[in-house]
């Protein structure tokens, strides 16, 4: 924890033990509850859907208090205001809201192109940091947040929700307590319900930028190009600012996998991605579909694919297999639960969480909670960076058309210049970073 942050919660604690020895009841109540002053940078859909949250968390716990919402987009800042915290200040710029010393946290959901650079100058400023997925746009990227959330100190938690969903937690404690016997392969299918139609992938036509909208701020680090709305929403179908279906909805499903094989401070071995990319001048540019597979310690084979009907995680050992997505957790390890349940000396992976709620709910009652305490997040930096980079590689062997070898201690891929070459990219000035 950052000592601005540890300086402000030892004072409450402080002031609670005062008031406590005064007799003063409701005071203890209002010191230990004092909600986190939290800044929202980036009011798109997933922004409004967070500030709903907050709100939430606010009104039922008194945890976190919206009072800045930042876009370069003015007339969503202003929705996500009207909509979530009357009250709130706007901005354009976020480094307005890392200099305010009232904020102790920041929720970060930007598109993904912008994720580093905002979390690393929110550690700097001594602010802690819940930050959308994919965490990184590359895996150099990743390096650099992991290096300085270790320097900082600071809480980040990453907005992997599926992490804070029981049946998630269920399956990965059922895989790595041994109820599967040894593990085989995994099957990832990824949804692609929001998949634009084939005949609308470009080329798209220029047009004016909205009178509201800081063009140049919103592309930041990304190769300058004039404006056109599918670049801005929706964002996910171009390299340039995301990684398409592999780090949005494979940066969910392959963490839980990560989570279940025990490899969240590694990755895989040897990755081989099979994609047909599009080519369309000022058009969509990630896969409309394809078809990964991974290797990790030990033998076990991910496959990740697209899929128009299915959408979750396949595990299978030599002694069962099991199912799990958002709305369902089945398979006979899953029954014999009820007559043989994990003994009380089992890994567990719940992090001590005890909450009710939506799992973004949940996870962000586990953000706040980590601010008081100091804990590690449940989603921490270093775990998510890892299954960050493992979208990011799957991505590099399907632009490349071939496979390619990794080395998670060296963090390299071996004996590959051209693949290397692509674990970072160039940033446009001045927006480096």
């Known amino acids: 924890m950052t000592q601005k942050l540890l300086n402000r919660r030892l004072f409450l604690k402080t002031a609670a033990g005062s008031a406590v020895a005064a007799g003063a009841g409701a005071g203890w109540f209002s ?132 992490r804070s969903d029981w049946r998630f937690r269920t399956a990965c404690e059922l895989v790595r307590n041994g109820r599967l016997g040894a ?124 899929s128009e009907t299915e959408n979750g995680i396949l595990f299978e050992g030599d002694e069962g297999r099991i199912f799990v997505n958002r709305g369902r957790l089945t398979g006979e390890p899953v029954e014999r639960l009820a007559r043989n349940p994990l003994p009380a000396d089992s890994l567990r992976l719940d992090n001590d969480t005890r909450y009710w709620g939506t799992a973004t709910y949940i996870h962000l009652l586990e953000f706040f909670d980590c601010i008081r305490s100091a804990k590690r997040p449940m989603s921490d930096v270093a775990s998510q960076h890892r299954t960050a980079t493992a979208c990011h590689l799957a991505n590099i062997s399907m632009r490349l058309g071939r496979p390619i070898r990794w080395d998670p201690a060296s963090e390299q891929c071996l004996d590959d210049a051209e693949a290397n070459g692509l674990l970072g990219r160039p940033q446009r000035t001045p927006y480096r970073f």
Not at 52 to 68: N, P
Not at 290 to 303: I, S, T
């Open 31 to 162: 010191a230990t509850r004092d909600p986190i002053r939290l800044g929202l940078i980036g009011a798109g859909g997933r922004g409004r859907q967070l500030a709903r949250e907050a709100r939430w968390t606010r009104l039922h716990r008194r945890c976190g208090e919206l009072v800045a919402v930042c876009d370069v987009h003015r007339r969503r800042a202003q929705q996500v205001r009207d909509a979530a915290c009357s009250q709130a200040t706007l901005h354009e710029h976020y480094q307005e809201v890392l200099d305010r010393g009232d904020i102790e946290a920041v929720v970060v959901a930007t598109p993904d192109h912008w994720h580093t650079a905002i979390t690393l100058a929110a550690l700097r400023a001594g602010k802690a940091v819940y930050c959308e997925k994919p965490l990184t746009l590359t895996v150099a990227e990743g390096r650099s947040l992991v290096a300085a959330a270790a320097k900082t100190g600071g809480v980040v938690q990453v907005g992997t929700q599926q």
């Open 183 to 306: 593990m085989r392969r995994v099957e990832v299918t990824l949804p692609t319900g929001s998949l634009p139609a084939a005949s609308g992938g470009g080329p798209f036509a220029i047009s004016p930028v909205p009178g509201d909208l800081n063009w140049d701020l919103w592309l930041g680090q990304a190769p300058w190009v004039e404006f056109c709305k599918q670049r801005y929403d929706p964002f996910r179908w171009w390299f340039e600012y995301s990684g398409g279906f592999m780090t949005d909805w494979g940066a969910h499903h392959l963490d839980i996998v990560h989570r279940a094989l025990g490899v969240e401070d590694s990755g895989p071995l040897h990755i081989d991605g099979r994609a047909e990319l599009p080519d369309v001048p000022n058009g969509y540019n990630t896969p409309r579909q394809f078809d990964v597979n991974l290797k990790y310690a030990g033998g076990v084979e991910v496959r990740v694919r697209l």
